[in-house]
């Protein structure tokens, strides 16, 4: 058995495949693999980490034992919001605003349309509301946007909104009032009342206030997140307790964690759970920016592609983007989410072919891992581009999951060629490697526009691929980019999970606030704005320090960054300001806020567009509280010869590529040491993930065992 003290485990359940990290005490790693099991994520969860406890020999429930942090990512929740599947809950909000989830916002109507189809407004649809008009209740109140009671809420019109929605049967009920990021005084008030309603009908449901879940502006954006708080963390909590009592049946003593949008861990009992939503993509980028920094490469773009979708970002300068009202799931959220874009387009995307028209359109179905593609021959019927790659000899059916799935390469082919070939009227191999290149050139258009919307030069920028199918195409949607290198890892299929387990505890506190820094503020005015800013941070500080201390941290290792969103007055984007203070104790710490602004203005937008003579505006202060705790570490081995040992060739096999078959080498990915070369054709197999090399290009490995693949030149015959 192994000596080895394993202290982290890190899971990211993706739509096919959950991707296990086992970190041990020295930054080593186990990777580990198993269908995904949406009916009850806990299974595929055990499954996937004993794959990644047998790699090194050890017992399942000493690992879970020793284990110091468990930590758990995926999109379930996500998956909940698109299926409409959450809870069935109502609404009180205040009188005036009963239509305000029919209305949403114009950006809903449009967003995830296609370029073609959002020419025609007149086809577009508004997302399906989560809260029906009959669940609605308007109570009159008005808190004005400076705090001031303009209207005091109405009791008795609480109580029959109460009243009525347990008529409904509803599960939870949301409160939201106008201005109550400003004074929540009204929304806490409602709520009491709705409590003791409940109380008198002995009714347990939970009751969410817009003020306690988003204390920011814009009044849609906080009913939003509320809404799917309320609606889709409900069921994301059950499956992640559902993990968490797996882990503690093998023995694990602490509660489990989960990745926050932003990039931070929380557990799973944290009351804004729907920050969580995006949890698994936001891993990969953050793993991205922690092996950047160790290899000296802060300029990344990443790719992952697994089964079901294609994410993207970019991380410039060491500065991973924060996007404080993404739109997710067609619905516009003030939640801070670390910038990205996605697209269905992984291996397991299913192909169809109109038999009238003969177009080919992909996804954005995806055959997920259960029934999965055709060949996983577990009862699937739908051609996917994972048989594509079955088919075209790319993947080796014998050693898929490490041969834990054998692949049905003859059903493969009988069912790709009645539902596609034939309706196309062309070779089974041309049209298979004819749908491979379309999820390709959908993965390349996609990395095209986000680089044409950011202004990136990729000559400045390495391109890390990764996620299961990632290595598989990179050769094609890398090629043409002009990228500073192109990288991939073996543990390729689990580097979102590897990157969960780079994130420190985490937590992101903030609140609007409407203060204003005229060219010529006197002393009063300057000190006022002091007082509110120390005012805002204190409570925050608070607040942070209270809830890291209920999750076990000690709170002399927590650690605080002050930040501030601020623009020219009379702007309509903020920028966020970073701080090194700890609180604005002088006037001189004032100028250093405003001077950190213009630096960092000028910086964005150059010099020339600063307009300091308009004055300033703080639009939202904010604090992030961190606590640290040990992460993976990649070792760094000398280079040896640029031939692989004969332990890691693994004979050959006819490969389809470029529409003609190839006679491909076949090299095992864990057997490549540093210096190694291999020239294509080539397939570097792993039993999480596959490498196809086409004629002409080739890959070596560095002193981190990162894979870099290298292009062949332009004038190349094999280039695309």
């Known amino acids: 058995m192994s000596e080895r003290k394993p202290l982290v485990l890190g899971i990211d359940a993706g739509g096919t495949m959950t991707d296990t990290l086992l970190v041990d005490a020295d930054g080593h790693f186990s990777v580990g693999k198993a269908a995904t099991t949406p009916h009850n994520e806990s299974e595929g969860f055990v499954e996937s980490a004993i794959d990644a406890v047998g790699n090194w020999d050890m017992d399942l429930q000493k690992t879970f034992e020793q284990l110091s942090v468990v930590l758990y990512s995926g999109t379930g929740m996500l998956n909940t919001l698109l299926s409409r599947t959450g809870r069935r809950i109502g609404l009180i909000v205040t009188r005036g605003m009963e239509d305000a989830v029919l209305m949403g916002r114009g950006l809903q109507t449009?967003?995830?349309?296609?370029?073609?189809?959002?020419?025609?407004?007149?086809?577009?649809?508004?997302?399906?509301?989560?809260?029906?008009?009959?669940?609605?209740?308007?109570?009159?109140?008005?808190?004005?946007?400076?705090?001031?009671?303009?209207?005091?809420?109405?009791?008795?019109?609480?109580?029959?909104?109460?009243?009525?929605?347990?008529?409904?049967?509803?599960?939870?009920?949301?409160?939201?009032?106008?201005?109550?990021?400003?004074?929540?005084?009204?929304?806490?008030?409602?709520?009491?009342?709705?409590?003791?309603?409940?109380?008198?009908h002995e009714v347990d449901i939970p009751i969410h206030l817009s003020s306690s879940v988003r204390?920011?502006?814009?009044?849609?954006?906080?009913?939003?997140?509320?809404?799917?708080?309320?609606?889709?963390?409900?069921?994301?909590?059950?499956?992640?307790?559902?993990?968490?009592?797996?882990?503690?049946?093998?023995?694990?003593?602490?509660?489990?964690?989960?990745?926050?949008?932003?990039?931070?861990?929380?557990?799973?009992?944290?009351?804004?759970?729907?920050?969580?939503?995006?949890?698994?993509?936001?891993?990969?980028?953050?793993?991205?920016?922690?092996?950047?920094?160790?290899?000296?490469?802060?300029?990344?773009?990443?790719?992952?592609?697994?089964?079901?979708?294609?994410?993207?970002?970019?991380?410039?300068?060491?500065?991973?983007?924060?996007?404080?009202?993404?739109?997710?799931?067609?619905?516009?959220?003030?939640?801070?989410?670390?910038?990205?874009?996605?697209?269905?387009?992984?291996?397991?995307?299913?192909?169809?072919?109109?038999?009238?028209?003969?177009?080919?359109?992909?996804?954005?179905?995806?055959?997920?891992?259960?029934?999965?593609?055709?060949?996983?021959?577990?009862?699937?019927t739908e051609p996917t581009v994972c048989d594509c790659d079955v088919i075209m000899g790319r993947l080796n059916p014998d050693y898929f999951l490490g041969g834990k799935v054998k692949l049905n390469v003859e059903k493969a082919k009988q069912v790709f060629k009645e539902k596609v070939a034939d309706p196309l009227g062309v070779d089974i191999y041309e049209a298979a490697e004819g749908m491979a290149n379309l999820l390709e050139m959908d993965a390349k258009d996609s990395m095209s526009q986000m680089i044409s919307a950011r202004a990136v030069d990729p000559h400045d920028y390495s391109l890390m691929a990764y996620g299961g199918s990632g290595p598989l195409h990179m050769a094609e949607y890398s090629r043409g980019f002009g990228f500073k290198s192109v990288l991939t890892f073996p543990f390729a299929a689990a580097f979102s999970a590897f990157g969960c387990t780079t994130a420190d505890y985490l937590r992101r506190y903030s609140r609007s606030v409407q203060l204003t820094l005229p060219p010529d503020a006197d002393a009063n005015h300057r000190a006022s704005v002091i007082a509110s800013l120390n005012d805002v941070w204190d409570g925050l500080r608070t607040k942070a320090i209270r809830e890291m201390g209920e999750e076990g941290h000690d709170k002399a290792d927590v650690e605080l960054q002050l930040f501030a969103m601020m623009r020219y007055t009379g702007q309509l984007e903020d920028v966020e300001v970073p701080l090194t203070i700890s609180r604005v104790s002088a006037d001189a710490d004032l100028d250093y806020l405003v001077e950190a602004f213009d630096d960092l203005y000028a910086a964005i937008n150059r010099p020339v567009a600063q307009y300091r003579e308009a004055g300033h505006s703080i639009t939202e202060l904010g604090l992030i509280a961190k606590v640290d705790k040990i992460k993976p570490t990649l070792k760094r081995r000398p280079l040896e010869g640029q031939k692989p040992s004969s332990e890691a060739f693994k004979g050959t096999r006819e490969m389809y590529y470029g529409g003609t078959w190839h006679e491909a080498k076949l090299w095992e990915m864990d057997l490549l040491r540093p210096g190694n070369h291999v020239e294509g054709p080539a397939v570097v197999e792993h039993p999480a993930t596959t490498l196809v090399i086409p004629a002409g290009d080739h890959v070596w490995v560095d002193e981190w065992t990162i894979i870099h693949y290298e292009h062949a030149a332009p004038a190349d015959s094999n280039s695309k």
Not at 262 to 289: C, D, N
Request: proline share 6%; hydrophobic share 40%.
């Open 110 to 200: 449009w967003t995830d349309y296609s370029y073609p189809d959002r020419l025609h407004a007149v086809t577009h649809q508004a997302p399906d509301p989560l809260i029906p008009r009959d669940r609605v209740f308007g109570v009159t109140e008005r808190i004005d946007q400076f705090g001031n009671v303009v209207i005091p809420f109405y009791p008795d019109e609480a109580e029959e909104a109460a009243n009525a929605l347990i008529a409904q049967g509803v599960e939870g009920i949301c409160i939201v009032c106008m201005n109550s990021y400003v004074d929540d005084a009204h929304e806490q008030g409602i709520a009491d009342l709705v409590q003791n309603v409940l109380d008198k």
């Open 215 to 380: 204390p920011v502006i814009r009044e849609q954006s906080r009913l939003n997140s509320t809404a799917i708080e309320a609606y889709a963390a409900a069921a994301g909590r059950d499956q992640l307790i559902g993990v968490e009592e797996a882990a503690h049946g093998q023995g694990f003593r602490y509660g489990v964690q989960t990745v926050l949008s932003y990039g931070g861990l929380a557990g799973i009992r944290y009351p804004r759970l729907h920050e969580t939503m995006i949890s698994g993509p936001v891993g990969g980028i953050l793993g991205a920016k922690y092996v950047g920094d160790m290899i000296g490469s802060d300029s990344v773009i990443v790719s992952d592609m697994g089964g079901t979708s294609f994410d993207i970002a970019a991380i410039t300068r060491g500065t991973i983007p924060i996007e404080n009202e993404p739109t997710l799931a067609r619905f516009k959220l003030n939640l801070p989410t670390i910038s990205m874009e996605s697209i269905g387009a992984g291996a397991g995307t299913i192909i169809k072919v109109d038999p009238l028209t003969k177009k080919v359109s992909l996804g954005p179905e995806s055959a997920g891992s259960w029934p999965g593609p055709v060949a996983f021959d577990q009862g699937g």
